[in-house]
């Protein structure tokens, strides 16, 4: 219904419809005198065709969310069994943006209504960590002359593989790389230009990978000239990218690219790129899920089928947490780049990724199930040459396989912890309660995020309880919203506890 809709519905039982009033017009004929050589407005010259916009037999869309985008789901997620998505990603929410307009790419004296676009200030909502380095010295040095492992985009997408993907330009039976820079002194990425065919259609897409990290990079890390160089709506850079892809001009698109190139070597060689890194101790989401996202399509993605293998009513199933709930429960707990976090069930090891990049922290997983185990390995070297392609430095990692709960590498850090993760929203009963007793160890003032709480509803101490490890957590209930979980699109609750003895302390006093 829209907004005007509501003048004509009664306001209350036996009200009138409300009327517009009647309308009074006043007619003013005024004589305009034509200035000398002005030549005359004709029907003919309003009619002239400004040519119809070129099509496209391939329309291009944006992925979104796959971190859960897939960045980037109200009542409490259901225990049933997480469901995997077969783009890659655990599962996707909203429809996805096109990646072009739907108007003409031709008419280039269009203006935008706005003006020139200008960047978005950087906005932080918690207190800033005045400790975080954001910037990575190596991805700036001569080390190793900027070349490492990482996993390309032609050696996932490629007309080696003809029965998924075909030419994005033309039917050639061949398809050079092109190069990407990064904003930092690495490796440029190499790409293939092909599109998935439309079996394939939720196969990685180099185009539009190319196309988002230019934006990213854009808003992200220049400065206001030349992100608007890259950005405006009528000749920027991205703009003119789009229009050759809608074109299916390769020798247009390339040429942009080697001028993207360009551009970025420049500001990284005289020093603008670092310098504006080293004024920062914040990283925006939206530009640590690009970096998440790129590591797992390369990576995750690829064998994301194998994470079906689950067990129901047991402890091993997978489920995924997204970025923006994760970024949400940092900033609850007060994370900082000096403590130490622990995600204990760390599955393919994204929250562990993310506190390493997104906060800076020392981050700590582990994973029983040998399958999510082999595929976080595969993230966290991607994951690496990822971050230092873009220039930032992250905290240490670690990834432990085998049970939590006997583990001695995290046995032995538990006690130093400051934040720990236990997604235990399908845990059984008795792996909750052995997890209470796993908790004696914390220091006092440790956090603890969980789906579920480990304190009973309604739960009162007594001298009859006292013994209880329940009794040692201070329990806060918050929301999260959907896009947050990759098993409901619903919203639901979380908890965060904190381990404080003060109470039982001063129950005991009263009871001595």
């Known amino acids: 219904m829209s907004f005007f809709s509501h003048l004509h519905k009664k306001a209350g039982t036996g009200s009138e419809p409300i009327k517009a009033q009647n309308l009074q017009i006043r007619r003013e004929v005024v004589k305009a005198v034509a200035k000398p050589g002005t030549p005359r407005l004709t029907a003919a010259s309003c009619n002239r065709s400004n040519g119809s916009s070129s099509t496209v037999d391939r329309q291009l869309s944006v992925r979104t969310g796959k971190n859960g985008t897939a960045d980037s789901r109200s009542s409490t997620p259901t225990s049933r069994p997480l469901k995997s998505h077969s783009n890659g990603r655990i599962k996707q929410f909203s429809p996805a943006p096109p990646l072009f307009s739907s108007g003409s790419e031709d008419n280039d004296s269009a203006k935008s209504p706005e003006g020139p676009r200008k960047k978005a200030k950087r906005s932080s909502s918690g207190e800033p960590d005045l400790k975080r380095v954001v910037r990575s010295r190596q991805a700036f040095s001569k080390d190793d002359d900027g070349v490492f492992p990482m996993v390309h985009g032609a050696d996932i997408a490629s007309l080696e593989e003809p029965n998924k993907f075909n030419a994005a330009f033309d039917e050639s039976a061949t398809c050079d790389d092109l190069l990407l820079q990064y904003p930092s002194a690495s490796q440029q990425e190499r790409y293939q230009l092909v599109v998935p065919n439309e079996r394939y259609k939720d196969e990685f897409k180099p185009l539009e990978d190319i196309i988002q990290t230019i934006e990213h990079v854009a808003k992200y890390y220049l400065p206001q000239t030349d992100f608007e160089s890259l950005t405006n709506d009528n000749t920027g850079l991205v703009r003119r990218l789009k229009r050759a892809i809608m074109r299916r001009n390769e020798e247009d698109f390339r040429r942009i690219i080697s001028e993207y190139n360009d551009l970025l070597i420049g500001l990284t060689s005289d020093g603008t790129i670092a310098k504006s890194l080293d004024g920062r101790h914040s990283l925006e989401?939206?530009?640590?899920?690009?970096?998440?996202?790129?590591?797992?399509?390369?990576?995750?993605?690829?064998?994301?089928?194998?994470l079906k293998q689950y067990q129901n009513g047991t402890d091993n199933v997978y489920g995924e947490l997204l970025p923006r709930f994760i970024s949400k429960f940092f900033k609850d707990t007060k994370l900082k780049s000096e403590h130490l976090f622990i995600d204990l069930g760390s599955g393919v090891g994204n929250v562990v990724l993310q506190a390493a990049l997104e906060v800076g922290c020392e981050s700590w997983g582990c994973e029983m199930m040998d399958i999510p185990c082999d595929l976080a390995e595969l993230q966290e070297r991607e994951f690496k040459a990822r971050c230092r392609l873009w220039g930032l430095a992250i905290g240490d990692i670690h990834l432990e396989r085998g049970d939590f709960l006997a583990n001695m590498n995290i046995r032995k850090m538990l006690p130093k912890a400051d934040v720990l993760l236990v997604n235990n929203q399908a845990f059984t009963p008795a792996l909750n309660d052995s997890l209470l007793h796993?908790?004696?160890?914390?220091?006092?003032?440790?956090?603890?995020?969980?789906?579920?709480?480990?304190?009973?509803?309604?739960?009162?101490?007594?001298?009859?309880?006292?013994?209880?490890?329940?009794?040692?957590?201070?329990?806060?209930?918050?929301?999260?919203?959907s896009a947050s979980v990759s098993w409901t699109d619903a919203g639901g609750t979380y908890c965060v506890a904190r381990k404080d003895t003060s109470r039982l302390r001063r129950f005991e006093e009263t009871v001595v």
Do not use: W
Request: aromatic share 8%.
């Open 285 to 306: 989401l939206p530009l640590i899920k690009r970096i998440l996202d790129q590591t797992y399509s390369r990576t995750v993605s690829l064998r994301v089928a194998s």
């Open 438 to 481: 796993l908790f004696l160890d914390l220091k006092e003032g440790c956090q603890i995020v969980s789906l579920k709480s480990f304190v009973p509803s309604g739960h009162k101490l007594t001298t009859r309880n006292m013994g209880s490890p329940v009794n040692l957590l201070e329990v806060q209930e918050k929301q999260y919203f």
